[in-house]
């Protein structure tokens, strides 16, 4: 069995001079879409990519920034996962640890006190620069910034809390989902 970590970036926003709020452009929309249906399809779940496996499907935690543009992309991709199959064991907000500029030590505290099971996929949806700094924080060395398109990010796992964090895949607009590996039962 094996945990999932998804460090997601949230998708397109409109300019802040259109909307000071930032929700959601109408290609961020779509980037979202696309980005939850790979993740579904990734899982073995049904998405408009394709039918669900047999695999027992994973539990799901999302966990957003308190900003329009995060809180709707995450809304996305729970939306998708929980109609693929994915029971949803917990959807929330947290402002303070996936702010744009937060120390990725409150991430790392807040993850902590999730209490992640195996078989679990837990998404943190956010902005750059901390999401790259979190993944610099969990060891993961062969990222930059640019790995962090709009709706996409690192897919890391593990095996175990002693192992720590491994990056899976780079989460982007292409088809990751079909040329990575699927994840363990």
Known sequence: MTTRLLLLRHATPLPEDQD?????????IAEADLTANAVAAFLGLDSKF????T?????????????????????RLRDVLVLGGA????????????APNADPAL????????????????????????LHKLAAALGIADCSADSFAPAGGLLLQ???????????NVVDKTSWWMEAPPPPP
Not at 57 to 65: A, F, G, K, L, R
């Open 87 to 98: 029971t949803l064991i917990g959807d929330s907000a947290d402002g303070e640890a996936l």
């Open 158 to 168: 593990s095996v175990s809390a002693q192992a720590g964090w491994s990056l899976a």
């Open 107 to 130: 991430a790392i505290a807040l993850m902590d006190t999730l209490h992640v099971q195996q078989n679990t996929l837990l998404v943190l949806t956010g902005h750059l620069p901390m």
């Open 55 to 75: 695999n027992a499907p994973p539990d799901v935690v999302i966990v957003h920034s308190g900003k329009a543009r995060a809180e709707q992309t995450a809304a």
């Open 20 to 28: 000071p709020a930032r929700p959601l452009s109408e290609e961020g």
């Open 50 to 53: 394709g039918r669900a496996s």
